[in-house]
């Protein structure tokens, strides 16, 4: 009660933030009369006049009403638009790192260009991030006039770019790009072995457009490069043959809530019988186990049509927030073997983490993030907590005009559709354009089917037909269109009542330059204007919506749809008892108030009981989604210290800082730890071992010490091995003469990745067995952190170990020429351009590549003999040479 008093007193958060941000407006508009004054040539000299002021230490803050005015100004003269005050205000808390939230139709590809084009002129790059390529080209040409007419370069990222191109596109002062693309080039750049390589030059300013599918749905799962681990794949041939005969609530259980299975005791029995195995749960038959679970993971609860569809004999999956195929991404964990042995496809080997990172880790880079989307609010929590993200709810240029519709329920799914299809008819009788929105490519089809069926003409746009997305959306505000949609999260193109004239230009005429297209522009123009009248006259663009989503946020988005900038428009959702939400919350509650009031199947209940009972549920579903992308951060942030720390130490090497003195510092800690091992300061000089230290000492630097001619003491041992290795170490230096330091920066490059390869590996399986920790009532996370820093510490003395031995061993084969030499000391890594990078769409996904092969040292060899098993650890080899003393003894 007294919040409400306060917010009646005061107004809301946002309220007072608009409040707070008005005198900057109005400063803008201030100028505006100076701008108009100015000629071409005066308004595009204020780009270098900024770029000099911010040289000299003025701040973007300090420029920032002149540069917007600026901006707005020239988009009237190039664009023939100009920006709301709305859009100034959505520009301000863009720019201050914050989101901003403006609903559909608001123009916000527009209101970016005032702080991309503030912050580009920096000249440290500003990014302005997308959900897809199409979105990418269009904008980036669309808004690239304006930049460009203001004398800033725009570049884009998409897929199929080589690394020359992309080297350039970031080096323009504005680049737009998808965020796969981001995060991949990344991970790429850290593969790479030359600085001149990396495509990259930093993380600056950046703006993520649809934040919340972004930042939000896509950050539940981690961008994965990965190599093939093995080669057989039979195991999911076999295990695939035993699923048909495991039988629900019998053999195993199932949790739709969290796509989890359990297989019961009886369940185990039948497994061990069909596969001949007499313990499920032995050790060696544990990945066995895992399969099997995978397997009725693949059966029950991934489904096609939904989840995945095939295409060109190959297993596509389906993103759920945008109903868009995801060309080349793959559930890992086996999932994805599992749903290509039932679909009876190709199965594909596993693959082992090359390169990882999630999308929270990677955006956190930005010293400065803003995002902008229809629908933040419901998520500002999440937002704030994890990317420390403030979310500004923007006014609407124009009133809502928009009626949303109580939701109506009916008891089956087949009761729904008709519903449905007997409103839509009726509407669509008077020419009420229609926009109905599917959770699946099966509903949409299911749906049609219902359509098609009453004769009623409509369009259906799925992953099936995503090559018509922008025409069929932009075409779906015309008198009498009736559109089925998938997901409508981030389609990026407005529904304007009675057509996009633009595009039924470029339908009529195709290029968009020529004289031609002006004409059918304007005649086209015209046309639209007179029907668009007549369809505010019919109500607008009435949206259907036939399930809930699990998150709000999506369903705002498909009603979001109309209500473009005051238009009028409706909305309501269809539900059924048999829908998936419905299903898993609440339905029973429900379908007992339908039985006992009696209700036939196809009479609807309407109850604003029942849409706070389905909110209800959406908040919980939004709870444990928001729990699993914490949960997935925590694990990262750990492995996101250590990749900091290894990217850190191979840019180290690249720049070639000090290489040499690197190289002593890893030699002093490799020569401690053998001294440490072999004869520790608080032991007995009885627990030494001299020949341990000898015997190291000739694999790792090619040499023995004759303890017999000396008095053996810590003292006299510990100089003796000092000089000894100094007198290799400067051999080593005098014999490779000009090429030390490049061979020094090879060895340790090929060190570093040979062993952070193998060290995500060690932790993919880490990750896997450590929630059986919680059985023995310890945190797995707190388990996880220790095992891992462990891990690490034994990752670091590896990588010196193996270092230090081949610097100490390596010898050029013959005398060559310099040229010669560095052609032959550059490693020959993976052809990255030649590797299709994708994102995973679900926790472990991984997407299967070639295995990058290592870099190899042409025209050199190692004069070492095989490597023995010796343990890395200095504590392990303690241990291990304690034992063998007591042994002798």
Not at 241 to 254: N, V
Not at 379 to 398: G, H, Q
Not at 479 to 500: E, F, H, S, V
Not at 682 to 710: H, P, R, V
Request: charged residues 30%; glycine residues 8%; hydrophobic residues 35%.
């Amino acid at each position: 009660m007294m919040t409400q008093v306060l917010t009646k007193i005061f107004g809301t958060k946002h309220d007072r933030e608009m409040k707070k941000i008005q005198p900057i407006v109005d400063k803008i508009n201030a100028l505006e009369s100076s701008m108009v004054a100015l000629t071409d040539e005066q308004l595009k000299a204020k780009t270098p006049e900024f770029q000099a002021r911010l040289q000299k230490g003025e701040t973007v803050d300090d420029i920032l009403p002149e540069a917007f005015a600026v901006c707005r100004e020239a988009s009237k003269r190039v664009l023939g638009m100009r920006h709301y005050d709305v859009q100034l205000i959505g520009g301000i808390v863009l720019n201050r790192g914050s989101i901003a939230e403006m609903r559909t139709g608001e123009g916000k590809t527009l209101v970016a260009t005032l702080p991309v084009y503030l912050n580009a002129l920096t000249g440290k790059g500003a990014h302005l991030v997308t959900v897809n390529d199409y979105l990418v080209r269009r904008d980036a040409e669309w808004m690239g006039r304006l930049y460009g007419w203001l004398g800033l370069t725009t570049g884009i990222i998409v897929h199929g770019l080589n690394d020359a191109q992309r080297k350039q596109m970031y080096a323009c002062d504005i680049t737009y790009c998808t965020n796969n693309e981001l995060g991949f080039d990344y991970l790429r750049d850290n593969m790479k072995f030359a600085l001149e390589d990396y495509v990259q030059r930093g993380h600056n300013f950046a703006i993520v457009d649809e934040c919340d599918s972004i930042l939000v749905d896509e950050a539940r799962t981690p961008l994965i490069i990965s190599g093939p681990a093995e080669a057989s794949t039979e195991k999911y041939q076999v295990v695939n043959s035993i699923i048909p005969a495991l039988k629900r609530d019998q053999h195993f259980t199932m949790e739709e809530k969290t796509k989890t299975v359990s297989l019961t005791d009886e369940g185990n029995a039948k497994v061990e019988e069909l596969l001949g195995l007499s313990n499920l749960y032995d050790p060696q038959n544990i990945e066995i186990l895992h399969h099997v679970y995978q397997g009725l993971k693949a059966h029950y609860l991934y489904r096609l049509d939904v989840e995945y569809m095939i295409k060109d004999g190959e297993i596509v999956i389906v993103d759920e927030f945008t109903g868009r195929l995801m060309q080349g991404r793959r559930w890992s964990d086996g999932l994805h073997q599992a749903i290509e042995a039932k679909e009876g496809v190709e199965v594909k080997s596993e693959n082992q983490t090359l390169a990882t990172i999630t999308f929270q880790n990677y955006f956190r880079m930005y010293s400065k993030l803003s995002g902008m989307t229809g629908t933040a609010d419901t998520e500002a929590v999440e937002f704030k907590k994890i990317y420390n993200l403030d979310v500004n709810v923007i006014p609407t240029n124009r009133p809502i005009q928009r009626k949303d519709q109580e939701d109506v329920v009916y008891k089956s799914e087949k009761a729904k559709y008709k519903a449905i299809t007997a409103d839509v008819k009726e509407r669509s009788a008077k020419g009420q354009p229609i926009l109905i929105g599917t959770e699946s490519i099966e509903k949409s089809e299911a749906l049609s089917a219902y359509l098609r069926k009453e004769g009623i003409r409509h369009e259906v746009l799925n992953a099936k037909h995503h090559e018509r997305e922008a025409e069929i959306v932009a075409q779906a505000g015309r008198k009498g269109a009736i559109t089925i949609a998938t997901n409508m999260a981030g389609r990026g193109t407005d529904i304007m009542l009675g057509g996009n004239a633009e595009m039924l230009a470029k339908g009529e005429v195709g290029n968009d330059d020529s004289p031609e297209f002006q004409e059918a522009l304007a005649r086209i123009k015209s046309r639209v204007e007179a029907e668009r009248a007549e369809v505010r006259t019919l109500g607008g663009l009435y949206i259907v919506g036939t399930e809930r989503h699990e998150s709000r946020r999506i369903d705002n988005q498909l009603r979001g749809r109309a209500g473009r900038q005051g238009d009028p428009g409706e909305s309501r959702f269809y539900l059924s008892l048999e829908d998936k939400l419905m299903r898993i919350f609440n339905g029973e509650r429900i379908q007992k108030i339908m039985e006992m009031l009696n209700i036939p199947e196809d009479e609807p209940i309407t109850a604003k009981m029942v849409t706070n009972a389905i909110e209800g549920a959406q908040r919980k579903v939004e709870g444990h989604n928001f729990d699993i992308r914490k949960n997935l951060m925590e694990y990262d942030s750990v492995m996101n210290a250590q990749r900091n720390a290894i990217y850190g130490m191979r840019r180290t090497t690249l720049e070639g800082q000090d290489v040499d003195r690197t190289t002593l510092d890893w030699l002093g800690d490799v020569v401690s730890g053998l001294l440490d091992t072999y004869i520790p300061e608080n032991a007995k000089k009885e627990e030494w071992s001299l020949d341990g230290l000898n015997n190291s000492l000739a694999q790792t630097f090619g040499f023995k010490i004759d303890f017999s001619t000396m008095s053996v003491n810590s003292e006299t041992v510990t100089e003796a091995v000092k000089k000894g290795v100094k007198e290799v170490y400067d051999r080593q230096k005098t014999q490779m003469g000009p090429f030390f330091e490049q061979v020094q920066k090879m060895i340790l490059l090929q060190s570093i990745d040979h062993h952070w390869k193998n060290h995500l590996y060690v932790i993919d399986k880490l990750k896997e067995g450590i929630g059986l920790r919680g059985y023995a009532q310890k945190d797995p996370l707190i388990e996880y952190k220790k095992e891992a820093f462990k891990a690490f510490e034994t990752l670091n003395n590896t990588i010196k170990n193996d270092a230090i031995e081949k610097i100490m061993r390596v010898q050029l084969v013959a005398q060559q020429s310099e040229q010669e030499v560095l052609e032959s000391l550059r490693p020959e890594g993976t052809d990255l351009d030649e590797l299709d990078y994708s994102s995973p769409s679900e926790a472990d996904i991984g997407q299967s590549l070639p295995e990058a092969k290592q870099p190899e040292t042409r025209k050199m060899t190692f004069q070492s003999g095989p490597r023995d098993d010796r343990p890395q650890n200095r504590e392990e080899r303690r241990r291990m040479e304690k034992a063998q003393q007591k042994g002798k003894k």
